[in-house]
């Protein structure tokens, strides 16, 4: 499981960016699952995201098709790339600057 900060000013509504970012990214109808949202698409056999407890994160997990074409891999992976973006406000450059102050 991943866990993603979220850009101040964008946590008062993130459970409802959550579900309109994965209607837009993937395209599909999320089903809620508990307190997660849950999809399934291309190279992805499930991607759950939900609040973090704090509400200032977000949480995903995945569980990949490793027999998925490259092609379908890389469709996937730009979505969820964008997906992120949105759902996070920070860009992918922002998120890796980010983890690596975390580890230092």
Excluded: H, W
């Excluded at 508990?34 to 609040?51: D, P, S, V």
């Excluded at 730009?78 to 922002?94: I, Y």
């Amino acid at each position: 499981m991943q866990e993603y900060p979220i850009k101040r000013g964008l946590t008062k509504d993130l459970e409802p960016r959550i579900v309109a970012e994965l209607k837009n990214c993937f395209g599909v109808e999320p089903e809620k699952n508990g307190n997660a949202y849950r999809i399934r698409f291309g190279a992805l056999k499930k991607l759950e995201a939900t609040c973090g407890a704090d509400g200032k994160t977000l949480r995903i997990n995945t569980e990949s098709d490793i027999s998925a074409s490259d092609e379908v891999i890389i469709d996937t992976n730009k979505r969820f790339r964008k997906f992120l973006d949105a759902a996070t406000g920070f860009s992918t450059k922002e998120r890796v600057k980010r983890a690596k102050s975390v580890e230092e």
